[in-house]
């Protein structure tokens, strides 16, 4: 069973980028089913925002091809993908 947050694995691989776990933990600290779904969703919301921000910033020109990919998947593996 788990305990804490601490021991959930999205929230250990997440870790990283900080809106991400914070919504888990908040829905983690809910009890309820529907409410930890919910924040979870959001969760997953914002690793969709920050994907859509690597490619801003690839077609801004902040980014180089190669680094943006490196990032993407840094992002992708850090969130358990």
């Not at 959001?42 to 020109?61: G, N, P, R």
């Amino acid at each position: 069973m788990t305990k804490t947050f601490r021991d959930l694995k999205v929230w250990q691989k997440s870790h990283d980028f900080t809106f991400i776990p914070t919504n888990i933990v908040e829905g983690f600290k809910r009890r309820s089913t529907k409410e930890y779904s919910h924040f979870l969703n959001i969760a997953d919301s914002s690793l969709e925002e920050t994907k859509y921000h690597l490619i801003l910033s690839l077609d801004l020109e902040y980014l180089s091809n190669k680094d943006s990919k490196k990032l993407e998947n840094y992002v992708m593996k850090s969130a358990g993908c």
